[in-house]
């Protein structure tokens, strides 16, 4: 299975400017994705493991863990919005069947 980036490559290559940039922006998302989930899980492994060798835990551990969370929440809606987009865009260049 090729990897979205490699597809992207594709699609800037072969298809028109709109669509190339929409694919683009899919790729810089699913990456804002991967580190706010790379982020959220490293804190909270380590507020768990800290916890579990009988460390303090900070007073607020909601006030270390939400902020990442809602990064983490936010970053997947961008993602969601620009895949629509980039769908719709390849669609209409597809002329909605498939075809072109």
Partial sequence: MESIAGRSVDV?????????????????????????Y???????SAA???????????ARLSDIINPLIRDLQGSLHSADESLNEFLALARIALDDDGTR
């Avoid at 699913?30 to 706010?36: K, P």
């Avoid at 790379?38 to 909270?44: D, R, S, V």
């Fill in 48 to 58: 768990v493991d800290a916890g579990g060798r009988g460390e303090p835990m900070p």
């Fill in 12 to 36: 800037s290559l072969k298809g028109p400017p709109p669509v190339a940039e929409a694919a683009e922006k899919v790729i810089g998302d699913s990456r804002a994705v991967l580190r706010a």
């Fill in 38 to 44: 790379q982020n959220a899980f490293i804190a909270m």
